[in-house]
């Protein structure tokens, strides 16, 4: 059989990726489809029948509390978590890239619960929030009131929030490190020379510099809180106190894995939310980011 | 900016001492920051490592003194480790932990870069196509196809409610791994560093008789050695520490991951602490010292992944 170099080539390629291409249709592309299925039906694996309901289980999303709770909830995991988390973790970069003296071993603080288990974290936390934990203690000896944390409803989501941001914390640092490294000394040196104030400086060459920066982290931030789980099945009971931690997620696992009967159809749905969200999330995040920078 | 423009030309024309010398930024203090600001570093770098320490601290208490709020034990003990050692599942969970992300960091380095140098490297019909569909699965989230993967796996007998043998370790091993074994993200990355090296190496090697194979692992591999080694590590780190999945996926004590079984022991014996505290020490360590040692290769490699996506 005479086959030419280049179709040689071409079949050499179709081998090199056909485990790669089963896995991502039967394992990525196949489930997606599954789950927009999935969310039309009344879902629960033990029946051997399963109840087309179209749109229903998306109606019902409209009039349930839980779900627009968790709704809320989660928009507020975005909307507290992640601006606050951009302006720490940019001081502190900023003020990284200007010491010179134990850089690393600051860094290494930083960036140390990054690498460990967010559900390790987030027990250490559950202990420090204690009535009679760490925290409060501190505050006592302050002379400060003691404060509810995790057990009051109006405190529960800050306080999931502040372990949430404190874990993102070194991620956002480095990136942002890395971002600082690569806006050239002279851009300083020529607003030094018009005579900018520190403030300046940073307002018009570093701010503008940083945004592709500042753009990457805040998407990655937004889809990260939208996604929020594991801290909060590990910080409160289950979304607790009165339901007030709950995230979409956390319900979804709910629904499907601690309601009898399973009501996987109904989280299929909310998981389809999800995905349209991150959906817009992602699309305006390219419109963005391809958009040129001129300086 | 036109000002910014012809300041920067200013700047480049005169003499660099000068520009130092006039704009005063650029001394050379041992410091390089004033001491308030070490404070400042200081303090928010001790809240970052005091919750790391309360949890040795406690890890150390006796059960009557877990309470108590000195951060040095007073009568420091052994005892929350052996429990944890010899009366729950706690070394064969960093087993599965192990041995899942040991394979899964395996084939991902190895299909994700096969993946990424074919893409970049050869040319056939339908690449583009191939290309856009590996890169739509990110834009999935986990959390949609988990309910599927699990009906899947039910499907398939893949769910172990109890372990008696090697079987059924192989297949929990396997029901905990199958979704991460390969990952579009790391396909994209790959395919970006294997786009910067030249064509010319190749087609060398081409003539020099080195099969096609050869070409991706004897030449492709060794010359994206750095991007390989940051996949790595953000691979295992991420499937040491997965929660989600192996949660819902894993029913039978024995097949549990650290994190798994980390969040079991609130249910099971009522918020235990000292268990609780030990075995996080135990999880974290570990991952702790490599960082220390690799600290610079790892933020390198973050900082790199991070800008080229």
């Known amino acids: ?295 | 900016m036109a000002t910014a423009a012809t300041t920067t030309a200013a700047a480049r024309t005169r003499p660099r001492t000068d520009v130092e010398a006039a704009i005063g930024m650029r001394r050379r203090h041992w410091l390089g920051g004033p001491w308030w600001l070490y404070l400042l570093l200081l303090l928010g770098g001790l809240c970052m490592i005091v919750p790391f320490l309360w949890m040795l601290s406690t890890s150390f208490k006796p059960n009557p003194e877990i309470y108590t709020t000195s951060l040095i034990p007073q009568h420091p003990t052994l005892t929350n480790y052996t429990n944890v050692l010899e009366k729950t599942h706690f070394p064969r969970w960093f087993l599965n932990s192990l041995i899942t992300a040991g394979i899964t960091t395996l084939s991902v380095a190895f299909f994700d870069s096969l993946a990424g140098f074919v893409l970049a490297k050869y040319n056939f019909p339908g690449k583009r196509a191939i290309f856009i569909m590996i890169l739509s699965t990110l834009m999935v989230p986990t959390e949609m196809l988990v309910l599927p993967w699990y009906l899947m796996s039910v499907n398939n007998h893949w769910v172990r409610g109890d372990v008696t043998g090697i079987g059924d370790y192989a297949v929990g091993y396997w029901s905990i791994m199958f979704p991460g074994l390969m990952s579009g993200f790391g396909v994209f990355l790959m395919r970006q560093f294997f786009e910067s090296i030249p064509d010319d190496l190749f087609d060398a090697a081409r003539i020099d008789g080195v099969s096609e194979f050869g070409l991706y692992w004897r030449i492709g591999l060794p010359s994206v050695r750095p991007a390989i080694a940051a996949l790595c590590i953000f691979t295992f780190l991420g499937n040491w520490n997965a929660f989600l999945w192996p949660l819902i996926i894993t029913n039978a004590d024995k097949l549990r991951t650290i994190p798994v079984g980390i969040s079991f022991f609130s249910s099971d014996v009522g918020s235990a602490y000292d268990l609780i505290m030990a075995s996080a020490s135990l999880a974290t360590l570990p991952v702790v010292i490599v960082f220390a040692i690799f600290q610079r290769q790892i933020i390198r490699g973050i900082a790199l992944t991070g800008l080229k996506s």
């Open chain 1, 1 to 295: 059989m005479h086959l030419t170099l280049a179709k040689r080539r071409w079949l050499w390629a179709y081998a090199f990726l056909l485990i790669p291409l089963v896995f991502f249709l039967t394992i990525r592309i196949w489930p997606a489809v599954q789950a927009f299925k999935l969310s039309l039906y009344d879902y629960n694996p033990l029946d051997t029948e399963h109840t087309f309901r179209g749109l229903g289980n998306y109606s019902d999303l409209l009039h349930d509390t839980i779900f627009r709770r968790a709704l809320l909830n989660t928009f507020l995991y975005v909307l507290y978590g992640v601006p606050v988390g951009l302006i720490v973790s940019l001081a502190i970069a900023l003020g990284l890239k200007r010491v010179n003296q134990f850089r690393g071993f600051l860094r290494f603080l930083y960036f140390l619960p990054y690498v460990t288990a967010l559900v390790a974290v987030s027990w250490i936390w559950r202990w420090l929030y204690q009535p009679n934990g760490l925290l409060n203690n501190i505050l006592h000896n302050l002379g400060f009131r003691d404060l509810g944390f995790l057990g009051s409803t109006g405190q529960a989501l800050i306080s999931v929030t502040v372990v949430t941001v404190w874990y993102g914390l070194g991620f956002q640092v480095i990136i942002f490190l890395a971002g600082l490294e690569g806006i050239p000394d002279v851009f300083y040196e020529a607003a030094a020379l018009d005579g900018a104030t520190a403030w300046q400086r940073f307002r018009f060459v570093t701010l503008p510099l940083l945004n592709p920066t500042i753009v990457f982290l805040a998407v990655i931030g937004v889809i990260q809180s939208l996604q929020i789980f594991t801290q909060i099945r590990n910080l409160t009971t289950n979304g607790g106190p009165l339901n007030s931690t709950t995230s979409l997620v956390l319900y979804v696992y709910q629904l499907s894995f601690q309601t009898l009967p399973a009501r996987m159809g109904y989280g299929a749905a909310i998981t389809v939310v999800l995905f349209v969200m991150i959906l817009v999330i992602t699309v305006v995040q390219l419109t963005v980011l391809t958009r040129r920078y001129e300086y």
